[in-house]
């Protein structure tokens, strides 16, 4: 029986981390560890997981290492032949985690698989069965079944990116494709991550007979200024660090002078000051630092402290 390690970051939400360890208990697959790290919290209640939950390693992070770097220090406590990235804000069915082991076991050539993801509040309704690959022009993608009832099907399909918010990997996948990039900080490094796995040779599946429910944007705001910011500045460094040659040059014609100035009217006429700023800023954050850079720019600095 392989042995799966289950990885989770928590920032400022020991409770909700609480309820995702309570829905592991129920799994009927039992040979596995469950890492929490802590990504630089400021309350003080990240004593709590290991008062109800003794046998979970913690990790705490003095500073705030982002999505990719909480998730780094996880990878390098582990000791499992699969790794399971989940979200803190996720809830997981009975039998989820032996039904994506039976798929990692079984495909030889498959090194990433996903569920799919429902929302919490609305459990019938998909958030994610898969995405559809970056369009090179305007640098966007989307998730398949995004606000749909996808049916449940046995049925096993090929996506070019997993979700962060639940992926099981083999450690092979690790060793052969590097660990998760931390330049992002928040958004676009499993997309990023995605290009290296599906590069080193591995495919990357969605499970859709299995689903789980996640509480989408509890950490950051469904559409906050910090997520306007980081997605802009990441969406233009994806492209940058992924795309090479005439088609970047397409991207950044179509971003600077379409794109770019299409969303600064748009928040100006609805009169959202501060996304226009996080706008403005995530953009041209990308004039200033190099796709290896780990500056964050703007207000955002603050956040690793």
């Not at 560890?33 to 705490?60: A, L, R």
């Not at 990235?85 to 996720?90: G, K, P």
């Not at 039998?95 to 919490?120: K, M, Q």
């Not at 918010?165 to 998760?180: I, L």
């Amino acid at each position: 029986m392989k042995k799966v390690s289950i990885i989770t970051v928590n920032f400022n939400q020991v409770e909700v981390t609480l309820e995702l360890l309570r829905s592991l208990e129920v799994q009927d697959y039992t040979n596995i560890e469950v890492i929490v790290v802590d990504n630089g919290s400021k309350d003080d209640g990240f004593d709590k997981i290991h008062i109800e939950f003794p046998k979970v390693i913690t990790i705490k992070s003095e500073k705030n290492l982002g999505f990719a770097g909480g998730n780094n220090l996880g990878i390098q406590a582990s000791t499992g032949d699969y790794l399971f990235f989940l979200n803190n804000d996720t809830v997981v069915p009975h039998g989820t985690i032996a039904s994506l082991v039976n798929v990692l076991n079984r495909e030889e050539e498959t090194g990433v698989v996903c569920p799919v993801i429902n929302y919490y509040d609305q459990p019938l309704v998909t958030q994610f069965a898969g995405y559809t690959p970056i369009n090179t022009f305007t640098g966007r993608n989307h998730a398949i079944g995004y606000m749909q009832r996808v049916p449940v099907a046995n049925l096993l399909v090929d996506t070019p990116f997993a979700h962060g918010a639940a992926m099981m990997m083999k450690r092979e996948v690790v060793e052969a494709a590097g660990e998760m990039p931390e330049n992002y900080f928040l958004y676009y490094e499993e997309l990023d991550w995605g290009a290296k796995i599906t590069k080193a040779g591995f495919k990357i599946k969605v499970d859709r007979s299995v689903r789980i429910l996640h509480k989408e944007s509890i950490s950051t705001g469904k559409a906050s200024p910090l997520k306007t910011y980081f997605q802009t500045r990441n969406r233009v460094l994806f492209m940058r660090r992924n795309v090479q040659g005439i088609r970047r040059f397409a991207f950044l014609l179509f971003f600077t002078f379409l794109a770019f100035p299409k969303a600064l009217v748009s928040f100006l006429v609805k009169r959202e000051m501060e996304h226009f700023h996080s706008y403005w800023n995530g953009a041209v954050w990308n004039l200033y630092n190099g796709i290896d850079s780990l500056k964050l720019g703007y207000k955002y600095d603050e956040l690793r402290q």
